[in-house]
């Protein structure tokens, strides 16, 4: 039922104490009043191009159907979704990280939109009485930018496909070291301040991550996590890498769009920002090092859940229906700089059409041990039966590994100790 069907895939190109309910819906009834709008909670849409705001003022236009859609900082949306679950008011939709035990017994069955739709196989999951409880929104995979300006000044060569021979850790370093002392910036590299990058550079590394056994009863890591590990901290020297980002979690995305560094670690849903806010240089995606493993983190971005109780229940199934039919669900992607999650879908973007062929191209040559971790994590979240994780333990070992606090080894021991208490 749940095998990543790869050649769809490549086609498609601690719970929170009690406080007071969600603020954008306390006023009102559940999912908004009965005649009122349908609201739609989420996290990044203004950061993404607005396409749920475009399309739920299309649907608006179509059917006299308002989407209100209540945009909360990311930081804040398990929460507030957590504590409106509590209070019981909830809104109607929701656009959400994960799947969460503390709402999962609230959601709508969408197992009938995800037999019409058609989601990739590995990005969604059904719990043992067939209920599908959630959505993939859209697909992401991580990559790697290069500022072209300072590559081509220092008459640096880099990969574009991966047609390419595309270059080992080592070369990369090599490289980009160069470009950054024949061009004075300051750092050769940054990468975002999460497991989600780290565990993309595991894989490249010979490692499998820190992943659930089959049986869903541990997780585990193999002989090469400790050594990766171990090589990433040693990047952070404040000259390949900055310290501040992993240590005071400075902004790496401002360190790029800034000029500051030659290369940067991140991902598919930089590249809409990215078109609207580099002016001063150009950009190139490229290829990530493969030490030996050639290798990106994907999945998908949320998952989109309808909430029981609302009173809203038809009217939010009818919109998820409109939003994932094809035609609609392509303009969303196109708008937002989506990877579409669902089998069958071309996007014709408005730029930077290459980028998002790369990163296709990445997730076809992605190991297939990658797509059984996502696999397994999913089912974890579908049944329930884990305790949310309180933070990123992997992140948050590495950042003390950083800091000169704990080894490499202590890394994957304590992490381990932390994501196996949360399946007790």
Known sequence: MFTLNRRSLFAAGATAAAVPALASCGSRSSGG????????????????????????????????????????????????????????????????????????????????????????????????????????????????????????????E???????????????????????????????????????????????????????????????????????????????DDKV???????????????????????????????????????DFEWVSVPMPAQPVQATNYGSAAYIVVFEGTGREDEALDFLKWLYSPDNYAEISRIAGFLPATEGIEVAYDERQEDFDLYNAAIAGTPAFIGDSKKRELELQVAGTATPLDGDPLRDQTVKAISGDITAEEVVKNTLEQLNESLA
Do not use: C
């Open 33 to 156: 009043s009965s005649d009122g709008p349908l609201q739609f909670i989420l996290s990044g849409d203004t950061n993404q191009g607005g396409g749920y705001t475009a399309m739920a003022k299309k649907y608006q236009e179509e059917t006299g159907v308002e989407i209100e859609i209540v945009d909360v900082p990311y930081d804040d949306l398990e929460t507030k979704v957590r504590n409106a679950s509590k209070a019981n008011d909830l809104p109607a939709i929701g656009r959400m990280p994960s799947v969460d035990p503390v709402w999962l017994d609230r959601t709508v069955d969408l197992a009938d939109i995800a037999a019409e739709v058609k989601p990739l196989e590995g990005m969604y999951a059904a719990d043992e009485e067939g209920k599908v409880p959630a959505l993939p929104s859209d697909l992401t995979a991580v990559g790697m930018f290069l500022n072209k300006d300072l590559w081509d000044e220092a008459g640096v």
């Open 158 to 236: 880099y990969p574009t496909s991966f047609d390419d021979n595309v270059w080992t850790w080592e070369e990369f370093l090599e490289a980009a070291n160069t470009v950054r002392d024949a061009t004075d910036v300051k750092f050769s590299l940054t990468v975002d301040r999460t497991s989600h990058r780290l565990t993309s550079y595991l894989y490249q590394n010979g490692s499998e991550g820190l992943a659930l056994t089959e049986d869903l009863s541990a997780y585990e890591a193999n002989e090469a996590t400790a050594g990766a590990i171990e090589r990433f901290v040693a990047l952070n």
């Open 241 to 279: 890498m900055p310290r501040s980002v992993w240590l005071t979690e400075e902004d790496p995305s401002a360190m790029f769009k800034t000029g500051q560094v030659t290369a940067y670690y991140s991902g598919s849903w930089q590249i809409a920002d990215f078109v609207a806010n580099i002016a």
